[in-house]
């Protein structure tokens, strides 16, 4: 079966590595193409191909879109991309279209999605079934809710023959965030959370320890920000908690500030380190230093819970305040795992020392959730 799946990263990388791990799965009993247009990120793997149109991304106020490529003109890039993607349904013909968070986000690329969804429709493109492949939690409307509602229901039940909904329902429901679910008529599948697989753990845990020179007995923490496009406050906290936790016991403590962290925060935290506190931009084999560590300190994105609960770690999560997203998330995940919240008010450094040494005991604890949600996905199709 030819598939395409389409994803649009346009600030993390969550979105771009849940969908990565979808068509691995896939592309075991698939043709599978992977269309993307965002910012350069890593290659895809050699098991699907790749279709890449010119890159768009949020500007600088994270309010519109702008090319990647300095110099382009907007209107001209996005007139491009709409024609490569007509012109890949015609060439490829692919038997079933995925739309990642479209339509319940990505309204911006509406462009470029809309008439593809047309043409398969009115049959001016080749056949093909369309499935919206969607995470836990939507970003909630701030205003004009009952137009987007009635906007993403219509396009759903006129285009689409399927939901994705990539959660385990017994931790949360997307009628949490998107209240009028019962009105979309097309079939909804919850196919549980999205995984990266998991390393063996003793191995990489040797692995990781015997590279930094640390003892087993020494505790390992590990702080990261996903992508590093938002959350450089907490690395700070991080840093500044842990300088205090030095007069107090023996650590290590690697901090990751992510492929899209500005050079300059980068760098000033680089100038920081220590003998006990090193910083990386990022590393492809971050689950690895999950499964070597003792703690984990990061964001509540949907990427770094899922890691986290992959490799059974204690954590401590600050969600991104812009939206209740990550914080619903938070919650959520508190009920069932060793995953605990982090307020505004706990970055302090004192009370952050105090946190980290309240979770440097907790034990390793599976999570009572369904994390199998790719290979189920891939499942479907058949």
């Given at each position: 079966?030819?598939i395409?799946?389409?994803?649009?990263?346009?600030?993390?990388?969550?979105?771009?590595?849940?969908?990565l791990?979808?068509?691995?799965?896939?592309?075991?009993?698939?043709e599978?193409?992977?269309?993307?247009?965002?910012?350069?990120?890593t290659p895809?793997?050699?098991?699907?191909?790749?279709?890449?149109?010119?890159g768009?991304?949020?500007?600088?106020d994270?309010?519109?879109?702008a090319?990647?490529?300095?110099?382009?003109?907007?209107?001209q890039?996005k007139?491009?991309?709409?024609e490569?993607?007509?012109?890949?349904?015609?060439?490829?013909?692919?038997?079933?279209?995925?739309t990642?968070l479209?339509p319940?986000?990505?309204k911006?690329?509406?462009?470029?999605?809309?008439?593809?969804?047309?043409?398969?429709?009115?049959?001016?493109?080749?056949?093909?079934?369309?499935?919206?492949?969607?995470r836990?939690?939507?970003v909630?409307k701030?205003?004009?809710?009952?137009k987007?509602?009635?906007r993403?229901?219509?396009?759903?039940?006129?285009?689409?023959?399927?939901i994705?909904?990539?959660?385990?329902?017994?931790?949360?429901?997307?009628?949490?965030?998107?209240?009028?679910l019962?009105?979309?008529?097309?079939?909804?599948?919850?196919?549980?959370?999205?995984?990266?697989?998991?390393?063996?753990?003793?191995?990489?845990?040797?692995?990781?320890?015997k590279?930094?020179?640390?003892?087993?007995s020494?505790?390992?923490?590990?702080?990261?920000?996903?992508?590093?496009?938002v959350?450089g406050?907490?690395?700070?906290?991080?840093?500044?908690?842990?300088?205090?936790l030095?007069r107090?016991t023996?650590?290590?403590l690697q901090?990751f500030?992510g492929?899209?962290s500005?050079?300059?925060?980068?760098?000033?935290?680089?100038?920081?380190?220590?003998?006990?506190?090193r910083?990386d931009?990022?590393?492809?084999?971050?689950?690895?230093?999950?499964?070597a560590a003792?703690?984990?300190?990061?964001?509540?994105?949907?990427n770094?819970?899922?890691?986290?609960l992959?490799?059974?770690?204690?954590?401590?999560?600050?969600?991104?305040?812009?939206?209740?997203?990550q914080?619903?998330?938070?919650?959520?995940?508190?009920?069932?795992?060793?995953?605990r919240?982090?307020?505004?008010?706990?970055l302090?450094?004192?009370?952050?020392?105090?946190?980290?040494?309240e979770?440097l005991?907790?034990?390793?604890?599976?999570?009572?959730i369904?994390l199998?949600?790719?290979?189920?996905?891939?499942?479907?199709?058949?």
């Amino acid at each position: 079966m030819r598939i395409s799946f389409y994803c649009q990263h346009v600030l993390g990388v969550g979105h771009l590595h849940r969908s990565l791990e979808i068509c691995r799965l896939l592309a075991e009993k698939h043709e599978v193409t992977l269309i993307l247009g965002g910012p350069k990120t890593t290659p895809a793997p050699s098991a699907f191909s790749l279709f890449t149109l010119p890159g768009l991304q949020m500007d600088s106020d994270f309010k519109n879109l702008a090319p990647c490529e300095t110099g382009l003109n907007l209107e001209q890039v996005k007139k491009t991309r709409k024609e490569l993607l007509l012109s890949h349904f015609r060439t490829y013909r692919p038997q079933v279209f995925i739309t990642e968070l479209y339509p319940f986000g990505r309204k911006a690329f509406r462009f470029e999605l809309d008439p593809v969804l047309n043409g398969i429709k009115d049959g001016s493109l080749p056949p093909c079934r369309n499935y919206s492949s969607v995470r836990d939690i939507l970003v909630e409307k701030t205003g004009g809710k009952k137009k987007f509602e009635d906007r993403v229901i219509k396009t759903l039940n006129t285009f689409y023959d399927g939901i994705f909904i990539h959660a385990d329902p017994k931790v949360i429901t997307l009628d949490r965030t998107f209240e009028r679910l019962n009105e979309i008529t097309i079939p909804l599948e919850y196919t549980g959370f999205i995984c990266p697989p998991r390393p063996e753990p003793l191995n990489a845990r040797k692995k990781i320890r015997k590279m930094l020179n640390l003892k087993e007995s020494t505790p390992l923490i590990v702080a990261s920000i996903g992508g590093g496009s938002v959350g450089g406050e907490l690395l700070e906290a991080v840093m500044a908690g842990c300088r205090l936790l030095s007069r107090q016991t023996d650590f290590f403590l690697q901090i990751f500030t992510g492929p899209f962290s500005r050079k300059s925060f980068h760098k000033k935290l680089k100038n920081s380190q220590t003998e006990k506190i090193r910083v990386d931009t990022f590393s492809d084999i971050f689950p690895s230093w999950l499964e070597a560590a003792d703690l984990s300190i990061s964001m509540a994105g949907y990427n770094s819970c899922m890691n986290l609960l992959r490799a059974e770690i204690p954590a401590l999560v600050h969600p991104f305040n812009q939206n209740r997203e990550q914080k619903m998330r938070a919650l959520a995940l508190e009920h069932h795992s060793t995953v605990r919240l982090l307020k505004d008010s706990d970055l302090a450094p004192e009370k952050l020392r105090k946190k980290i040494m309240e979770m440097l005991p907790c034990r390793r604890q599976p999570a009572d959730i369904d994390l199998d949600g790719a290979r189920r996905t891939a499942g479907l199709f058949k």
